[in-house]
Each structure stands twice: as C-alpha cells, then as structure tokens.
C-alpha cells in the first residue's frame, strides 16, 4: 500500500507502482496514512501534489527524525468539514507516533526507495517535487541525483558546443577516463535546463532556435548540439532523434549531417521535396571539386514548390534514417479550408557511418537561396515517430547515381 499510495499521489496513476517492491515503504506504513489529509474528493488528479496533503507528506517523510511540526494542523485550510477535523487529529495521533518511536523514513535509509521511485518522475514531476520539500530538492540535484540521471538519459550522445555531454563523468568511466571532482558541485537541475534551451538552437549569425532571414545563397546553419558516434555505439539499442519545422520556404531547404569539426569533408543530405538523399566528399578546395552520388528512396511531392511540413533526422546503431511529413494544405478552390497532414514518411536506414571522420558528427540545414524562410529547430530527442527499416538498395553500392561537381567544369559550361 504505501509505494503504490506514493507514486500515485506523485503521477495520478498507479500503474507505475505495482512494477516497484512494496516491501521497500513497509515499516512506513504509519508515515503513509497522513498522505490523504487535506485532500478531497474533489481535488482533481492531475492537481499538482505539491499544491495539497500530499505536498506535506514528502516534507514529513523528508525530515528524518527532526521536528515534524511542518505538518499543520488543519492541512486542508480553515473551511474544513468535520471530517477534516476528525482527520487532522488522526494526523496529530500519527505525528506524535512518529516523533516518540522515530519510524524510518525515506531521507533516513541510506539505500532508501526515493531515487528509484523518481527514476519514473519526469520533468515536470520533478520540479513538483523541488517544490514541495527541500530536502528532497537538494537530494535531486545532486550528483548522481534525479536531474543527473534524467539529463544522462535524455542527453546522452549529445555534445553541446562549447561544452561537453551532460554528464562528462560517466563518459570518462565508458572511456577510461579520470573523472573530476568538480562534478559533486554540479547544479544538475541548471545543467537540465541549459542543456534543453541550447541543443535545438542554431549556432551564429542566426543564434536562435528559429530562422527568418537567409541573407545570402547556399546559407549553412548548423545547430549548437554534436552527435557523439562514440558513445551511441557504446549502448545498444541509444539513438538520438531531430525533428524541425519547415513553415515558410520560399525555395529550398534539406536537412543534412556533416562530419567538419573532427577535420572531416564530408555530408549527408535528405531533400524532402525530391525525397532523394546525396551524399558528397570535398576532393579539392581550390579549384573547387566534390564527388558526390544520390538516391531517391521517397518520391518527389512538391515539384516546383519549396517543401513546407516536417523533417526528422534519426541515428541509431550507427546508420542514419531521415523523415518527413508534408504540412496541412488549402483545399482546391476553398481559401479557409484545409487538408488533413501528410502521415510521417521515412527513408529507412539509408547509410552508415564509413564516410564519417572522428566521432561529432553536426546536423544543419542547407538553403540555396537567400530569402525570408521560417524554419525552426522543434525538439532533440531519443525516440523518432515511427520505426524505420533497412532499406536493402542503399546498402548496394550499383544503387547510387554519380552526382560529381567541378567549379572549372560549370565556368566552362558557362
């Protein structure tokens, strides 16, 4: 009873719950009884818990054998029915049971059930939590903490310019690294919340999670987060999933993943308006020479009309996938009406990782020309929206069409 009343008063749901050991909060069964004062049963579920009884259940179990006189008397406010008087003295009973005999609470258990119960707290629940109990705010922000391990899960294979991965002393530990001690003083809640504003942010001129304005023709902006090759191939089965937003395009965008800051010259690029992917290798700098070859495993859809919609762009076990999803379209001949979006579409996995160097590999978006765009860098995330396959005819080399480029050859032409 007292693990599943726990994370159902923390997620509204107690399916979470029976996957826990009950036996873990059993000699705090007498803690649990006061969680229901203050609530009623018209207290909506989704109510945040910090907000009622709840809230003050964490501070109790929170408080060691320090003074339990955080609980108030009348935790439902001064309006209460004569059922919360009688309860509210259960609750005095409880307290004072509590602060004779110094039952075991969570924060006194050296090994206790909170860090495994907030391995399924999200964000959100999280920062309820924060809210709710200070001891328990400072226990999720510490090293190895809640936040720690929510950042790690969320981030990992993410490198952020300028930075590191989220947490750098597990991949020390995956390296054979030492590991510093300076990461016990990590505000891991911060480190959360910094990392969530800047991986889906493009790096300079634009600086911003959004581009309006291509100021000049074949424009490159590349986003603030690395994809570290390395580490994803460490963990079976990890992959880091980018999603962006194409709203105004008024001629071309693809989306495309290029192997520059370990020395490489190298790129993969998806045009989602051709469906074709090409990828391309600088030979020469100077007279510009690239050597090149596509294939088209989606079809074209927008012939003579810059793609608007959805772009996705998955690696996992070391082969990449990219996706799209075309955006809702006026109706023929109907100003205010519009069609229902395209389903999500993927290419599949269409290459490996043989043409990378080095172990960062940096997603960007190309354009051709200038002009005012509206695209913006949506989420990074782990999981994509529908499982790609293999896509057999990329991995035959007889697949791909020569696509080479010469810069004297086209002031030749011309």
């Not at 206790?112 to 309820?128: E, K, Q, V």
């Amino acid at each position: 009873f007292g693990s599943s009343c726990f994370v159902a008063h923390l997620r509204g749901s107690t399916a979470r719950a029976e996957t826990l050991n009950s036996r873990c909060l059993a000699p705090m069964a007498d803690l649990v009884e006061v969680s229901p004062v203050g609530l009623s049963k018209s207290v909506p579920m989704d109510t945040p818990f910090s907000t009622f009884g709840n809230g003050r259940f964490l501070i109790l179990c929170a408080s060691g054998r320090q003074d339990r006189g955080l609980l108030p008397d009348k935790v439902g406010g001064a309006d209460q029915s004569s059922r919360g008087t009688h309860e509210c003295g259960h609750a005095d009973k409880v307290r004072s049971r509590v602060a004779q005999a110094g039952f075991p609470t969570l924060m006194d258990l050296t090994e206790g059930p909170y860090l495994s119960l907030a391995m399924f707290l999200d964000s959100r629940d999280l920062c309820n939590t924060d809210v709710a109990c200070r001891p328990l705010r400072d226990l999720n922000r510490a090293q190895g903490g809640p936040w720690c391990m929510l950042g790690w899960r969320t981030f990992y294979g993410l490198e952020l310019d300028g930075d590191s991965v989220f947490e750098p002393s597990v991949e020390g530990r995956m390296l054979g690294m030492p590991c510093s001690r300076k990461q016990a003083r990590v505000d891991w809640k911060g480190r959360y919340a910094r990392f969530l504003a800047q991986v889906a942010v493009f790096a300079a001129p634009f600086g911003s999670a959004d581009i309006t304005d291509v100021r000049q023709p074949d424009e490159i902006a590349y986003l603030q987060c690395r994809l570290r090759t390395d580490l994803l191939a460490m963990v079976p089965n990890s992959s880091v999933y980018l999603e962006i937003e194409v709203h105004a395009n008024p001629d071309n965008v693809s989306l495309a993943v290029v192997d520059f800051e370990d020395g490489g010259c190298s790129s993969v690029t998806f045009s989602p308006d051709t469906g074709a992917v090409i990828r391309e290798r600088k030979v020469c700098e100077s007279p510009r020479k690239v050597h090149g070859s596509y294939i088209q495993p989606l079809p074209t859809i927008t012939p003579d009309q810059g793609f608007e919609g959805s772009l996705g762009l998955l690696l996992r076990g070391g082969h990449i996938a990219f996706y799209r999803r075309h955006a809702a379209r006026r109706k023929p001949d109907m100003d205010n009406e519009f069609e229902d979006p395209s389903p999500w579409e993927s290419t599949g996995f269409v290459t490996d990782l043989s043409w990378a160097e080095g172990k960062r590999l940096t997603p960007c978006l190309a354009f051709r020309n200038e002009g005012r765009y509206r695209v913006s860098a949506v989420s990074v995330v782990s999981q994509p929206p529908l499982a790609p396959q293999r896509t057999a005819m990329a991995y035959d080399e007889a697949s791909w069409s020569s696509l080479n480029w010469d810069a004297d050859q086209e002031l030749e032409d011309l």
